[in-house]
């Protein structure tokens, strides 16, 4: 019913930032948490942080101080705010959207996704 968007994704240096975007369409649920998820080739998909309805964030450890979620209802858009990139970091950075009352940042609790952008990190 909803189908998300990701953009931003590219190439930077080490230390530098990045904003990604997830634009949603279709929304019709009060209660959802948009989460940011990456996969690195060779390497399963994990968390790296979610927005619930109620505005409430959660962070992988791996990024916390360094990657911030925020959200802007009026554009139904999701950012994802990286800095301090490190090559660790490259992966395919995919948005996905839960329809609940409350989430943990578990890839398999999310069933609708974006086809993903890349962030690439070179040293």
């Known amino acids: 019913q909803v189908q998300l968007v990701e953009s931003g994704g590219g190439s930077v240096q080490a230390g530098g930032s990045l904003r990604l975007s997830c634009a949603a369409f279709?929304?019709?649920?009060?209660?959802?948490?948009m989460g940011w998820f990456r996969q690195a080739p060779g390497k399963e998909r994990e968390g790296v942080t979610f927005?619930?309805?109620?505005?409430?964030?959660t962070y992988a450890d791996s990024v916390k101080g360094r990657f911030t979620i925020s959200r802007d209802s009026a554009k139904n858009t999701v950012y994802l705010q990286m800095s301090s990139l490190k090559p660790e970091d490259t992966a395919m950075y995919y948005c996905?959207?839960?329809?609940?009352?409350?989430?943990?940042?578990?890839?398999?609790?999310?069933?609708?996704w974006g086809q993903g952008t890349q962030v690439t990190v070179s040293s």
């Open positions: 996905a959207v839960r329809y609940a009352s409350w989430c943990y940042l578990n890839p398999r609790d999310f069933p609708t």
């Open positions: 927005i619930d309805s109620d505005g409430s964030v």
């Open positions: 279709g929304y019709s649920y009060s209660r959802y948490c």
